[in-house]
């Protein structure tokens, strides 16, 4: 979720790149860096941190060249370091390059360039695309950079920079967004709008495999045989603040959108050609994972409830005992592992107190740690034996969706790598599983893009004066309804209860009256019939029930109320899609309550204090 900007125009640039790069800083940064054409040759500026530490140093560049690209990283690939920042630049320092996505297939392309005499000077995938372009210029950036595109594998937009064609910027985009901002003698390329909103609302948004070629004339789009392409021009009517949010109402509404590019991100690279899990920086050598005999999660909130999916999915695959705990007790406890435990801590910030303390606890006792978090750089990863980055992208919704999602996402793909380095997993099974996964993103896309917020929002409005909601679920529909219960008291400030359905006989069932509110989560799996049960003994208690199920499913009509239907896949990673219903019923339940959602009130995003 890297921010780029470009500009190429009559004007010196310098400031004018820096300007948008601040207008993108909310997609997150861990270094920044501009690349200037003057003279024949490159003005680059590099810094780590955030975009004060650039502002500090950029007069060492002159302003006066008027083409330019610049960059806010969120480090995917390599720490955040000087060297690492983009634009990154090939052997010869003729082409400039910033980046945003993944190369998937960056190591082999970065071996093969690599035996061919190519120097690489950072640790990133975004590097290789600077020397396949050097490789395959001849004469034409334009051509340089199809050839390059040709080559790569991923999701990624990219955009280049030549000395020898200075007043020129061609982009291209592979499943992450590019637009196009056209002015009056000056023409902007850039990740997302508000980098160029004060200057121009005139844009045009290019489609995948379409290059972009901008001088400060006016912009050109081809597609890869070099036939022009022709889009329409529209003009954008949005304040900064709306920009900011892609057009959504709110960052979490945005957020949610978001996560099928962010559940792609977690994948990227992470399934081999043959089906197979790759995971780096576990920490974990194959003598280390048969060494394992006990499996503690420590986490707070919704990381807590990735845990709880994590443990169906480790026990069930890897046949791993797996405890989940919340980090604020744990720590306290006097837990009986050694150096046989494997310690998962899961944190989106990698810096909450409590789960810190349960790391060092697990640490003390002798386990391994292992962080799942989604920030490079965070305390988690600085204290971890091995970390599984989560790459959700910059969060700035307090209530987490996205980063909860890639949070269950990774627990899977860890579950299946420990299930066949075990051998609890054959290579067929594994791969059984990783085909589905790969579909994921694109069901998720599919099910939001087909109007999913507009249908939960029907739904919601009517039950948004509830005065209590219960969430029932059973098996892997338990953490979601237990997610889907806390989306709902932080936003909307409901008293929501969430319940193992099979325990509603033993208590709470007392809370029910005529009309009472009950989700359930319902989708199919080998439990749904005993569930269904539960769901009977509820409404036999007048309580009106609003159920997540299968899509094809349509025996739940006779008894829900209301049916939200997802995309149905493997139930193992159901969990995947039925939350989203969820995470969008709390937020057209508080939106309909006029509550403020993105800053619920009590709450930080980040809780650093015990
Ligand atoms: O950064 P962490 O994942 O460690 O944060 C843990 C909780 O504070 C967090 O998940 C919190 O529950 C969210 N606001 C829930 O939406």
């Known amino acids: ?50 975009l004060d530490n650039l502002e500090g140093i950029l007069d060492q560049i002159e302003n006066g060249g008027t083409t330019g690209i610049a960059h806010t990283r969120w480090a995917t690939h390599g720490r955040p370091s000087s060297e690492n920042a983009h634009p990154h630049t090939d052997c010869s320092g003729r082409f400039a390059i910033v980046l945003n996505g993944i190369v998937e297939n960056y190591v082999p392309l970065r071996a093969e360039l690599q035996a061919e005499g190519h120097e690489f000077t950072s640790q990133t995938d975004a590097e290789v695309v600077a020397h396949l372009i050097e490789r395959a210029y001849q004469g ?107 057009g959504y109402e709110t960052f979490m509404l945005k957020e949610i959108h978001e996560q099928p590019t962010s559940l792609a991100e977690t994948l990227a690279g992470r399934i081999a050609h043959d089906g197979s899990v790759v995971l780096e920086d576990l920490g974990l050598t194959p003598e280390l994972i048969r060494e394992i005999e006990q499996v503690v999660i420590v986490a707070c909130g919704t990381s807590y409830h990735a845990g709880l999916l994590g443990k169906y999915a480790l026990e069930r695959w890897a046949r791993l005992p797996v405890e989940v705990e919340v980090a604020s007790e744990f720590r306290y406890r006097e837990p009986v592992i050694g150096d046989d435990c494997l310690c998962i801590a899961i944190s989106q910030s990698g810096e909450t107190a409590d789960t810190l303390a349960a790391m060092r606890l697990a640490r003390q006792a002798g386990a391994g740690v292992l962080a799942v978090t989604n920030i490079v750089g965070s305390q988690a990863t600085r204290e971890a034996d091995g970390v599984l980055f989560t790459r959700a992208g910059l969060e700035i919704g307090v209530a987490a969706t996205k980063t909860f999602l890639t949070q269950e996402l990774a627990m899977l793909l860890l579950a299946l790598y420990l299930a066949e380095a075990r ?81 509603m006989k033993h208590g709470p069932i007392a809370l029910l009256e005529e009309g009472s509110p009950v989700l359930v989560v319902a989708t199919d799996s080998f439990i749904y019939d005993k569930l269904m049960s539960n769901v009977q003994e509820v409404k036999a208690r007048g309580a009106r029930v609003i159920a997540v199920a299968s899509q094809g499913n349509k025996g739940i009509e006779e008894i829900a109320d209301d049916v939200l239907y997802v995309p149905k896949v493997h139930e193992m990673l159901s969990p995947l899609l039925s939350v989203v219903p969820l995470q969008l019923f709390a937020y057209y339940v508080a939106k309909n309550r006029g509550e403020k959602v993105d800053q619920p009130r009590n709450l930080a995003k980040t809780v650093t204090v015990e």
Request: net charge negative; glycine share 10%; with cysteine.
């Open 140 to 246: 034409s950036l334009h051509e340089a950079v199809v050839e390059a595109y040709r080559q790569m594998e991923g999701h990624f937009t990219y955009c280049v920079i030549a000395v020898d064609e200075p007043d020129v910027i061609v982009g291209i985009r592979k499943e992450t967004p590019l637009v196009v901002g056209l002015g009056d003698g000056e023409n902007y390329l850039a990740s997302a709008i508000p980098a160029f909103l004060s200057q121009t609302r005139s844009v045009i948004f290019p489609e995948d495999a379409e290059v972009v070629v901008i001088t400060s004339e006016g912009a050109e789009l081809f597609d890869l045989d070099g036939l022009p392409v022709r889009r329409d021009t529209q003009t954008v009517d949005w304040d900064d603040e709306a920009a900011e949010k892609a």
């Open 423 to 503: 051998g609890h997993l054959s290579p067929t099974e594994v791969r059984a599983f990783t085909d589905q996964l790969r579909t994921i993103p694109g069901l998720l896309r599919d099910y939001l893009e087909a109007g999913a917020a507009a249908t939960v929002n029907e739904v919601a409005s009517v039950y948004a004066p509830s005065r209590f909601f219960l969430c029932l679920g059973r098996n892997l529909g338990l953490p979601v309804a237990l997610e889907g219960a806390l989306k709902l008291k932080e936003i909307s400030y409901i008293p929501t209860d969430a319940y193992a359905a099979g325990e």
């Open 1 to 50: 979720m890297c921010g780029i900007v470009g500009y190429v125009g009559r004007r010196p640039c310098r400031d004018i790149l820096f300007d948008g790069l601040r207008k993108l800083e909310y997609r997150g940064y861990d270094s920044a860096g501009i690349s200037v054409v003057q003279d024949g040759r490159f003005s680059l500026l590099h810094s780590v941190g955030n």
